[in-house]
Every structure is written in C-alpha cells, then in structure tokens.
C-alpha cells in the first residue's frame, strides 16, 4: 500500500471466513488473485489476521470494491471457503474492541 496522500481516508473492513482456519500467506494470495482485474488491485493491507477472522484496511474510495472482493472469495489455499463482511469502520479502534473476542490478547487495544 503506498504513502497516504493528503486528504486520503482509510475504511477497516472486519471479514470472517467459514470453512476452516487458514495461513496469512493463504489469504493473501488468494485475495491478490481475486482482487487482480478490478481497482482494488493489491491498493489495502491486512492489519489483523487470525485465520478466521481479519481486518483488512483499503483506501475509502476502494471500500465497496473491497467488500466485494471479500464476498466473491471461495477458495484459500485450495480448500473451500465463504468469507463474509461483518462490519466496516473509519476507525481500526473501534473494530478491535467490537471484536476482541476474535482477537488474540497480544494485538487487543488495552
């Protein structure tokens, strides 16, 4: 993800995935793969990843495009898959508290 621009806002989408626990590595390939042709292109980050559960930050222009991206995932790793948007924030904070329980303590907000 390159330098912020001035004037560039960022959205928090918190994602689930059924189907399995899965590497970080797994789910970033498969995203690139699904994210290669459209205009999020490889333009977000994940800041949070457990494996059935993450927080991927993308440019506030990209958000729908994102979530999108997200919803049309169905294959990580070559293992079956439906990942789901639960929520999206202008704030990392408040999707880490909401979800904290998903969380591993090291990377909760005390």
Same mark, same amino acid.
């Given at each position: 993800?390159?330098? &912020? @621009?001035?004037?560039? *806002?960022? $959205?928090?989408? /918190?994602?689930?995935?059924? #189907?399995?626990?899965?590497?970080?590595?797994?789910?970033?390939?498969?995203?690139?793969?699904? /994210?290669?042709?459209?205009?999020?292109?490889?333009?977000?980050?994940? +800041?949070?990843?457990?494996?059935?559960?993450?927080?991927?930050?993308?440019?506030?222009?990209? &958000?729908?495009? /994102?979530?999108?991206?997200?919803?049309?995932?169905?294959?990580? #790793?070559?293992?079956?898959? *439906?990942?789901?948007?639960?929520?999206?924030? #202008? +704030? !990392?904070?408040?999707? &880490?508290?909401?979800?904290?329980? $998903? !969380?591993?303590?090291?990377? $909760? @907000?005390?």
């Amino acid at each position: 993800m390159p330098k &912020k @621009l001035p004037g560039e *806002k960022y $959205r928090y989408i /918190a994602f689930g995935i059924e #189907g399995g626990s899965f590497s970080r590595s797994d789910f970033l390939s498969a995203l690139l793969r699904t /994210a290669r042709g459209t205009p999020l292109k490889d333009d977000f980050r994940i +800041t949070v990843f457990e494996g059935d559960f993450g927080i991927l930050k993308v440019p506030h222009t990209l &958000k729908d495009e /994102a979530v999108g991206v997200l919803n049309s995932m169905d294959e990580i #790793g070559g293992a079956s898959c *439906k990942v789901t948007t639960l929520r999206t924030s #202008g +704030t !990392i904070k408040t999707l &880490k508290e909401m979800y904290r329980h $998903r !969380i591993r303590s090291e990377l $909760r @907000l005390e």
